[in-house]
């Protein structure tokens, strides 16, 4: 690994990090900046900080690095475009690693999702899909569907029509409330992946459907997890039934798989557990396998007609580095790094090690609750953890994880082996117990 920076020169970029730089969710300039950790480098499963510690990705950088840091496959694939053209504009032209890709998503995702729209982060894809659905509606001579429904302890992203259907306590609502479009909130599906389908499950979701369906263009939610609304799993059936509300009530579905998509959950997509496919899918995150940013907004042939043959009759939408083709190779690359290699035992291994290694939290007295599913391991404390001194009391155990509220979860690489996934638990447990 490369040399560190001087520890004087370390001090000096802190500061001036505290000074300058905002990082999400944070202040800057005020007592209230958070002092961030200054990263070197980071190989494999391993975070190299400049202070000389080193630490295990917990977080797979939010939900993206699937591969770990510095694959051989993935920097190849960076290279190897570089040499070709790092980007050109998708406006009349094209090029094969985005072809290619496309082609690869149509055929992974599930069956129907034919049309495939570039863009370059999570939320603009679910601004994208929310345009989908608004344009679908209009050219179907149904302009007055310009509603959504979801649910709460959603998530979708931070821009305004995005951070619209995010949970409005939880999300940002009552800051920006004079600004954002007004949708409709369901209450949260029921709690937990397994549990069994009762008859007022969806009640109140399906009298909202049959009272504003002609105001109501889509639904749009995290199929089987809702991340950052709250780190909660509920049940297949849940979603299945949804999605026949949805046919029942001409109303598109939209899921958004940007935290579940390529194998998190333990199904390639969530989607796959209740067998649905939905009108519209959002993808983002691990599709680069965490190298670059790039989103995905795929529709089936219906959308996209509907949308081609309205008024307009072209989507209104496209942004400068829409398919990057740096982004669209090392993307290229990790899917099929993903799809060759075993991930479902990867998955299935992490699953079983989460579950065995955070049992003793279950027996503490300060945790509420500990839930896991696929790569995913959850937390839930009963009050609100002390953030700073959690993250240091991790790192002094060489693994890397950022709590929020009550919540202290992992979703760790998926090249993490065993003694990878203990460490994580037992750091988390020695520094929660
Ligand atoms: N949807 C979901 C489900 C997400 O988890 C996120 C990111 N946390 C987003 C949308 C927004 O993605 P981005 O941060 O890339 O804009």
Not at 246 to 253: E, M
Request: contains cysteine; charged residues 15%.
């Amino acid at each position: 690994m490369p040399n560190p920076a001087q520890p004087q020169r370390q001090q000096q970029l802190i500061e001036l990090d505290q000074k300058h730089v905002w990082h999400p969710y944070s202040a800057t300039g005020t007592d209230q900046a958070e002092t961030c950790y200054l990263v070197d480098s980071a190989e494999g499963v391993h975070i190299q900080l400049a202070d000389g510690r080193q630490a295990i990705d917990g977080m797979s950088s939010w939900w993206c690095a699937l591969h770990g840091y510095q694959h051989p496959m993935l920097d190849q694939a960076l290279i190897q475009q570089s040499q070709k053209m790092s980007h050109i504009m998708f406006g009349g032209l094209s090029h094969q690693p985005a072809i290619e890709l496309a082609q690869l998503l149509v055929d992974i995702t599930p069956k129907g999702l034919n049309k495939v729209f570039f863009s370059d982060s999570g939320s603009v894809a679910v601004e994208v899909a929310i345009k989908m659905a608004l344009q679908y509606w209009h050219s179907q001579g149904q302009p007055k569907k310009q509603k959504l429904l979801t649910v709460k302890n959603g998530y979708h992203g931070d821009t305004f029509a995005a951070m619209a259907v995010c949970d409005p306590v939880n999300g940002m609502h009552h800051l920006f409330q004079q600004s954002l479009s007004q949708h409709f909130f369901a209450e949260a599906p029921p709690a937990g992946f397994e549990r069994q389908r009762q008859s007022q499950d969806l009640e109140q979701l399906e009298l909202l459907l049959q009272q504003h369906q002609h105001e109501i263009a889509a639904v749009i939610i995290e199929p089987i997890v809702q991340g950052a609304g709250g780190m909660r799993f509920y049940a297949p059936a849940y979603l299945k039934q949804l999605h026949q509300l949805c046919r029942q009530y001409h109303v598109l579905f939209i899921a958004d798989e940007i935290a579940t998509g390529f194998g998190r959950s333990g199904k390639l997509f969530a989607c796959e557990h209740a067998a649905i496919s939905p009108d519209i899918l959002c993808l983002g995150k691990a599709l680069t396998g965490g190298y670059m940013t790039l989103a995905a907004t795929l529709c089936n042939d219906k959308v996209a007609a509907g949308i081609c043959q309205g008024e307009a009759g072209v989507f209104m939408h496209g942004p400068t580095f829409m398919a990057n083709p740096l982004a669209c190779a090392v993307a290229l690359a990790s899917c099929r790094l993903l799809l060759q290699g075993d991930w479902q035992a990867k998955v299935a291994m992490i699953e079983q090690q989460l579950i065995t290694g955070l049992a003793p939290l279950k027996k503490s007295n300060k945790v509420a609750d500990v839930r896991i599913l696929g790569a995913i391991g959850v937390v839930e404390m009963k009050q609100a953890v002390a953030k700073a001194p959690l993250q240091e009391s991790l790192l002094e155990q060489g693994v890397w994880l950022r709590p929020f509220g009550k919540l202290v979860y992992t979703m760790p690489p998926f090249i993490c082996d065993q003694a990878n996934i203990n460490k994580i638990c037992a750091a988390m447990v020695a520094s929660l117990a």
